[in-house]
Nanobody, 122 residues
Framework: QVQLVESGGGLVQAGGSLRLSCAASGRTFSILDMGWFRQAPGKERELVAAINWSGGNTKYADSVKGRFTISRDNAKITVYLQMNSLKPEDAAVYYC???????????????WGQGTQVTVSS
């Protein structure tokens, strides 16, 4: 089994920045790709960003392109989400995801973190 633990969420003013981290533990050799999803109240969970094992391939939701950056440190088995120029509509619970296989990243998630709240005040 794999455990994913997120950190770095909190309250920030619009225009500010936050950096989320997600550390994996357990049978981490089974992890291939990693990503971040978010879910706001009353909305479906959506893919925010994903990154492949080497870090050479990334995907971003259109709404965060140019503002968010996903990266990973395989030595620490950690994925990061740097969020800049935050907007009130970015407020949500952010979930870390890990995949055992490659794919579109929108589905096929094998492991989820518990989520971390991001609140953006206007």
């Amino acid at each position: 089994q794999v455990q994913l633990v997120e950190s770095g969420g909190g309250l920030v003013q619009a225009g500010g920045s936050l950096r989320l981290s997600c550390a994996a533990s357990g049978r981490t050799f089974s992890i291939l790709d990693m990503g971040w999803f978010r879910q706001a109240p009353g909305k479906e969970r959506e893919l925010v960003a994903a990154i492949n094992w080497s870090g050479g391939n990334t995907k971003y939701a259109d709404s965060v392109k140019g503002r968010f950056t996903i990266s990973r440190d395989n030595a620490k088995i950690t994925v990061y989400l740097q969020m800049n120029s935050l907007k009130p509509e970015d407020a949500a619970v952010y979930y870390c995801a890990a995949y055992r296989y490659g794919g579109t990243w929108y589905s096929g998630i094998d492991y989820w973190g518990q989520g971390t709240q991001v609140t953006v005040s206007s």
